[in-house]
């Protein structure tokens, strides 16, 4: 059988009894490395060893690992989605936006403290950046984050299963949506492998309420600008009254819903007599990225809303018991049965200041912004 065996990070650098882990590709990984998804710009010609493996390490071989490593969770990450959507009989034939022509990844793009998908370059580009600007501070590199990396592969796989999320909305949840499914990203390809359940079960002691690396995302980049929690923390009680509509804060509220509808269902399936604690975490973080994923497929082209996936996540639920934790997890969030005052939205010039770029890119942005006026003007 084809494969590859890599080393990677499995989160961000910074997160030390994670560390660097050996991972497997089980589809052709070509010298580079590239398949036909993926393309590496701005790195060396990565060769793997006789038996087609690319085992490097940062310490060594920098310019090396970096693209192995950022090959490797971009691949992660487009495996996950594409099982998802096979589990839930979608057969919708997933490619990029513009088709089969594979997707630009650039590792190291530039000095810039900033990370982001682009439609119109087809391409993922992840920056360094000296913390502080100050240039005695070593270097963070973002593409050896798991997180931020997962993360923009989020956006441009959303952006390919609902075009119009950019091209015809003006919703700033909306925008919020694609921000909380590159965090959920995120978490749905931690879930995806047996050894980071496995972590996340021994950090947490099966509680995924106590604090551990598996909400935080980009600790890394977070703690470089003073954040010990991270970019963003998905375990959060944030509800709708306590954002603004910027996209990064509003996107909060979605995330933390579903972390809470994982942590509740998995509460709900332990069976520790039967099953060991980190099988039931794998087998409920796959149930719940298919229902995620296919609430977002099946729901609005266009202008979706927390309350349209949200009651789509319902009606595609089969489980009664599953049912009401999602249904009391969202009303927690003022998402269902929201208060009179957080029920009409009107078009508004949507505020971008975050970290994440792809959203505040000058493409994007116009689109949102155009549509805003369009419909203001309907």
């Excluded at 682009?118 to 501070?137: C, I, M, T, V």
């Excluded at 990396?149 to 119009?164: F, I, M, N, W």
């Excluded at 007599?273 to 977002?296: C, M, N, P, Q, R």
């Excluded at 609005?300 to 349209?308: E, G, M, Q, S, V």
């Amino acid at each position: 059988m084809a494969g590859s065996k890599v080393k990677i990070w499995k989160q961000d650098p910074s997160v030390l009894n994670i560390g660097i882990r050996s991972s497997y590709i089980s589809t052709e990984v070509q010298n580079g490395p590239a398949d036909s998804d993926i393309i590496l710009q701005g790195m060396p010609h990565v060769v793997g060893n006789a038996e087609k493996d690319f085992i490097f390490y940062p310490e060594e071989n920098p310019l090396e690992f970096d693209a192995v490593h950022t090959f490797t969770i971009v691949r992660q990450v487009l495996t996950m989605l594409r099982r998802a959507l096979n589990r839930m009989d979608i057969t919708q034939n997933f490619n990029w936006y513009w088709g089969a022509e594979p997707i630009q990844v650039y590792p190291r793009a530039g000095l810039d403290a900033n990370a982001y998908y682009s439609r119109n370059e087809k391409a993922l580009r992840f920056f360094y950046f000296h913390p502080s600007g100050d240039e005695s501070n070593s270097l963070i590199y973002t593409c050896r984050s798991f997180d931020i990396v997962a993360h923009e592969v989020g956006h441009a796989a959303l952006d390919s299963l609902k075009p119009e999320f950019l091209s015809s909305s003006w919703h700033p949840q909306t925008g919020g949506l694609h921000e909380s499914f590159g965090d959920l990203t995120a978490i749905f390809t931690m879930l995806a492998q047996l050894d980071v359940c496995e972590a996340i079960v021994v950090e947490s002691k099966a509680d995924l309420h106590t604090k551990t690396f598996f909400p935080i995302l980009a600790e890394q980049f977070g703690e470089a600008f003073g954040r010990p929690m991270g970019l963003r923390n998905a375990d959060n009680d944030l509800k709708m009254s306590d954002v603004s509509t910027e996209v990064h804060d509003i996107s909060r509220v979605f995330t933390g819903a579903i972390y809470d509808i994982l942590a509740d269902f998995f509460e709900l399936y332990q069976n520790p007599a039967l099953y060991d604690h980190a099988e039931s975490l794998f087998k409920v973080g796959k149930y719940l990225t298919s229902l995620v994923i296919a609430s977002l497929w099946q729901g609005p082209d266009a202008n979706a809303t927390y309350t349209d996936i949200a009651n789509k996540m319902i009606e595609l639920e089969s489980d009664d018991a599953r049912k009401e934790i999602i249904r009391v997890q969202f009303k927690k969030r003022e998402i269902l049965d929201a208060p009179v005052g957080l029920r009409g939205v009107k078009p508004r010039k949507l505020s971008w200041k975050g970290c994440c770029g792809t959203m505040r890119l000058t493409e994007h942005q116009t689109l949102f912004e155009k549509n805003v006026i369009n419909e203001a003007l309907s």
